[in-house]
Structures are given as structure tokens and as C-alpha cells.
Nanobody, 124 residues
Framework: QVQLVESGGGLVQAGGSLRLSCAAS????????MGWFRQAPGKEREFVTA????????YYADSVKGRFTISRDNAKNTVYLQMNSLKPEDTAVYYC?????????????????WGQGTQVTVSS
């Protein structure tokens, strides 16, 4: 397993941007598909986006398509989530997750390692 630490959350006005980072420990980061999920108060954790272990494939929830971009830098053991045109409904705790040699699943139970989360708050 890898250990994951998210950063970059904060408070932003609607229409603004944030970039989240997720730093992973371990030498096999490049073999993990990485996902971003989020959880708003009183709601279940939901899929946001994922990138395959090769980086060749990316997947997005319909609610963020065209606004969010996932990318990875295997040399830095880091995955990023660029969030543009943020909306109040994007407010949540954002978690990154790792799935060894995974395809980039949208299912939470596909991922074996999770970070502690970072809060994103979008004000109207």
C-alpha cells in the first residue's frame, strides 16, 4: 500500500479555481490508478475523477466534466486535481485514493489506500 497526503484545499468564491495535490509515499506509485472522491456533510462519498496507472485514461463524473482535470506526475509521486469554475455544490471534503494496477474505477471499494482528506469550501 501507499500512504497518501492531500493538500491545497481552502475557501474560494464561486467561479474560482483551486488545485489539489495528493502526495504518495513508496516506490511503486506509477503502478497505481489514482482517484479523487468527495464527501459533503450528510451525503455519501462520491466519485469525482480517476486516472489509470499508466496515465493514459481519465474518467470524470458528469457533474465535474469540463471543469475539473486530473493529472499525475510519477516522478514526483503526485496526483493533481485542477478545479475550475467552482460551484457551491462542489463544497466537500476531497479524498484521493490509490488502486494497485487499477483501471481508474469510480467505485470506492476498488481502492485500497486513502488519504485523510482536504476541505474545499465554495462560497456563493
Amino acid at each position: 500500500q501507499v500512504q497518501l497526503v492531500e493538500s491545497g484545499g481552502g475557501l474560494v468564491q464561486a467561479g474560482g479555481s483551486l488545485r489539489l495535490s495528493c502526495a504518495a509515499s513508496g516506490r511503486t506509485f506509477s503502478r497505481y490508478a489514482m482517484g479523487w472522491f468527495r464527501q459533503a456533510p450528510g451525503k455519501e462519498r462520491e466519485f469525482v475523477t480517476a486516472i489509470s496507472w499508466s496515465g493514459g485514461s481519465t474518467y470524470y463524473a458528469d457533474s465535474v466534466k469540463g471543469r475539473f482535470t486530473i493529472s499525475r506526475d510519477n516522478a514526483k509521486n503526485t496526483v493533481y486535481l485542477q478545479m475550475n469554475s467552482l460551484k457551491p455544490e462542489d463544497t466537500a471534503v476531497y479524498y484521493c485514493a490509490a488502486d494497485y494496477r487499477g483501471p481508474g474505477s469510480s467505485l470506492t471499494n476498488s481502492y485500497e489506500s486513502w488519504g485523510q482528506g482536504t476541505q474545499v469550501t465554495v462560497s456563493s
